[in-house]
């Protein structure tokens, strides 16, 4: 029972990042239809940018943050502009390979510049594991969680409350309709890339703090895809769901089958929820007409 | 493509009208070329044909792949996994079980089929970028499965170490001797890929890639072609996997990763979709690139001896990443449809159509 709640404990903490870079798949997806396959290696140059700012240049810790996240929003806007924008119009493949192919770019660029060895991001919080009644909260677990859960909050007030982000929502509605309305799509597309570069890279911190970085950073980034097909892909609040069910299920199946299973368990959950309920839990069901 | 023929060749029957090779000169052409092909291991040195055996084995699994995603318009991230399963598959049969080579290559492509069949079953409700993600979930479960599940067998995180194929009682350990395997089989892989899709499955196929609604309603199982396609597709991997596991006589997870899967998408980008020549462009095209970048890197770490170890990978995956981009953007439809501009520009030339 202890291990059990130990288990939920961990899975919870570790699904609300994963939440939080499925965040950043969703909000593209949804303003634009492309689904975002280079979201790992955003991240991971993220985290890259943060390290390049503290121990590189020496910048304090908070100036370097929030310097990281305009580079981060940079990142994402380049990405849009000079790759994505030429394929509007195009099948979905052609989409599909060009984000496995920036991602591959990022990959190599990063690669070259910072190489493949593990580098430690400098620690903020005390490293003590905090103990509630049996189950031991690792600090670093809890702290990226919470993080990561005012990160969500402050998004989703940012699309419920202010004009940019209801001008997003109308375009993620229908792409004429929001023109009619006077909204500039094409503005919208890029701040949405610049706001998803901003969560990958906050993302890309969180987990660098855990597990230091190296280029295995970016494959974590997969482990956002079940979270988001699991809660549906047009659902923020599903990215939520999604990812605390896929973390917390993760770490059950780690534990108390075998270790290796853990590695998998995400990508048997997409399986499952293609065959059986392709539109996920809260994402839109698709009506088809010739 | 008609407008290639040239002028004076005219078709007498249907026979003529659907023969690939039309003229006396393409005879000789094809010919010629292909003894060209067999006498190349006489002056070859053994790293060319080394580089050019893996050309081939690529060009096989890229055949499956156009035949799924080109001609089908399914997406298959998970290529690499389905040549794991072929390559595991001969791989145990000819290492732990003694069986021939000739026994285990048709089993291997079988059970890469079947595979390939189970992670199609998606298919038949997704489509577009969540196909593309049940076919990363097969590229992620397959090695980790090759890897944990039964080590005793497939050798777990140590490599799988595989006899070398003998033909006519020779034993082909070298370079120059499994050509003459990998080679034929590639031609005859190559032509039923050409030809499948001239058939009434071929055209089934086409229509269920442009409309598979539409397709339905004109009385085409659409259940039936789109797994058919999988199983083809996943075929052709495991044909490729056997072969490479021969070739390289030494298999582990790690040399069918997500990586490359996605470099075989590249190389039918590259290429262009829904073309059996697209493909033999785009393979020899990126490979070459490849070794390129291999030689290249090399020499950029002896002259900055820092940068050596990440160079190589740096530049070979971030060329890669460029060129797919820029193909998309530039050349959406790949080198054969350059290749047919060309040849129709060298025909009509001196006048501009």
């Not at chain 1, 940012?158 to 929001?178: D, K, N, P, V």
């Not at chain 2, 079988?110 to 990363?136: E, Q």
């Not at chain 2, 006589?249 to 490359?260: E, S």
């Amino acid at each position: 029972m202890e291990a059990l709640l130990q288990y939920l404990a961990n899975g919870l903490l570790v699904g609300g990042v994963y939440a939080l870079i499925a965040m950043g798949i969703v909000i593209i997806y949804k303003a634009s239809g492309i689904f975002n396959f280079a979201v790992g290696q955003m991240m991971m140059f993220g985290a890259f940018f943060c390290w390049t700012f503290i121990e590189q240049l020496g910048l304090p810790p908070l100036l370097s943050l929030l310097l990281s996240l305009i580079a981060g929003a940079a990142l994402g806007l380049l990405i849009e502009r000079f790759t994505l924008r030429k394929l509007i119009g195009q099948p979905v493949l052609s989409a599909i390979m060009m984000t496995l192919a920036v991602s591959y770019f990022l990959g190599g660029q990063a690669l070259g510049f910072f190489g493949s060895y593990l580098r430690p991001l400098p620690r903020i919080f005390s490293a003590d594991p905090i103990n509630l009644g049996g189950v031991v909260l690792a600090s670093d677990l809890l702290w990226s969680f919470i993080t990561a859960m005012v990160v969500f909050g402050l998004l989703a007030l940012f699309y419920q409350r202010s004009r940019m982000g209801l001008a997003m929502r109308a375009t993620a509605e229908s792409h004429q309709i929001a023109q009619a309305r006077g909204i500039n799509v094409r503005s919208v597309f890029s701040l949405t890339w610049a706001l998803a570069g901003i969560v990958a890279t906050i993302g890309g911190i969180l987990l660098g703090y855990r597990l230091g970085l190296s280029n295995l950073l970016a494959s974590i980034g997969l482990k956002a895809f079940p979270a988001v097909i699991l809660g549906g892909v047009e659902s923020i609040a599903g990215a939520l769901i999604g990812g605390l069910v896929v973390g917390v299920l993760e770490t059950l199946a780690g534990g108390l089958i075998n270790p290796w299973i853990m590695e998998i368990t995400p990508y048997i959950i997409i399986l499952l929820v293609l065959v059986f309920m392709p539109e996920g839990l809260f994402g839109l069901k698709r009506i088809e007409r010739i | 493509m008609a407008i290639t023929r040239p002028a004076g060749t005219f078709d007498k029957s249907y026979a003529q009208d659907m023969a690939i090779i039309r003229t006396r000169w393409q005879w000789i052409m094809l010919i010629g070329g292909l003894v060209l092909l067999f006498c190349l291991p006489a002056f070859a040195s053994s790293r060319y044909l080394n580089v050019i055996n893996a050309i081939c084995i690529t060009i096989i699994a890229v055949h499956g792949l156009n035949i799924l995603v080109g001609y089908t318009g399914q997406i298959n991230l998970g290529q690499a996994a389905f040549m794991a399963v072929g390559a595991y598959t001969s791989g145990i049969l000819t290492a732990r079980l003694g069986l021939s080579f000739w026994i285990a290559l048709p089993c291997a492509a079988l059970a890469a089929g079947m595979v390939g069949l189970i992670f199609g079953l998606p298919s038949l409700r997704v489509k577009g970028f969540y196909l593309a993600l049940a076919t990363l979930a097969a590229q992620m479960i397959m090695p980790a499965l090759i890897l944990n599940v039964r080590p005793d067998i497939t050798g777990g995180v140590h490599t799988l170490v595989i006899p070398p194929p003998s033909i006519f009682g020779i034993k082909c350990n070298s370079a120059q001797s499994i050509f003459y395997i990998i080679v034929p089989i590639t031609l005859l892989m190559t032509f039923f890929a050409k030809n499948i899709t001239r058939t009434g499955i071929g055209r089934a196929f086409v229509a269920v890639r442009d409309n598979d609604l539409a397709a339905q309603l004109m009385g085409i199982n659409v259940f039936k072609y789109k797994l058919l396609a999988f199983f083809i597709c996943s075929l052709y991997a495991g044909v490729a996997g056997s072969l490479w596991a021969h070739w390289a006589r030494a298999i582990h997870p790690d040399h069918f990763t997500l990586m490359h899967s996605i470099w075989f998408l590249g190389m039918l980008i590259v290429g262009g979709m829904g073309s059996a020549t697209g493909v033999i462009f785009g393979v020899v095209f990126l490979r070459t690139l490849d070794e390129i970048t291999k030689v290249l890197g090399t020499s950029i770490a002896t002259v900055f001896p820092a940068l050596i170890g990440n160079i190589q990978g740096a530049l070979s995956v971030s060329v890669y990443g460029l060129v797919i981009i820029l193909f998309l953007l530039f050349e959406p439809r790949g080198l054969a449809h350059r290749w047919e501009i060309f040849k129709a520009s060298y025909r009509l030339r001196p006048f501009p159509y």
